[in-house]
């Protein structure tokens, strides 16, 4: 049997005037054109709610899944970022590598260092503030002595 030739059962309910008057301004939200659709909608939505067999909102299915998609998403996104940085830094650190030989002892210093600032500042770090820094060497050149000119 086609939907319109259905047999359809009348059933009178009593609402108040509030009532009534809010589902007149909401039927264009709920995409209905008579108040007999909006109530329908709203009964197929409760027992849907009632299927779930749960106390949680109905639609929170289709939110929890909306939230893990948007979720994994940006996880991708931070991913392929963090990897394209540390393409970038490995560059950089061949770079200084190439043009100077440290000794051991100035690279764990340094290391050591610059762990504990990146810590105390939450990894907000600039070059301006680097520039400002105390002195972290010790009396001794770290440098390797047979670079010559630092």
Not at 84 to 103: N, R, W
Not at 130 to 138: A, I
Request: some cysteine.
């Amino acid at each position: 049997m086609s939907k319109n030739k259905e047999e359809k059962y009348t059933l009178t309910i009593r609402m108040d005037d509030e009532i009534k008057q809010e589902i007149q301004e909401r039927m264009d939200d709920a995409h209905v054109r008579s108040r007999n659709a909006f109530v329908l909608k709203a009964i197929e939505f409760y027992l849907g709610y009632l299927r779930q067999g749960k106390n949680l909102n109905y639609i929170s299915p289709i939110l929890a899944s909306s939230i893990k998609s948007e979720i994994k998403n940006t996880e991708h996104n931070l991913s392929e970022m963090v990897y394209k940085m540390a393409v970038q830094l490995s560059m950089l650190t061949q770079i200084v590598a190439d043009e100077k030989d440290f000794y051991p002892e100035y690279l764990d210093e340094l290391q050591k260092w610059c762990a504990e600032r990146v810590a105390s500042t939450n990894g907000i770090i600039s070059l301006k503030d680097m520039q400002q820094r105390e002195n972290v060497y010790t009396d001794y050149d770290y440098f390797n002595r047979n670079s010559g000119d630092y």
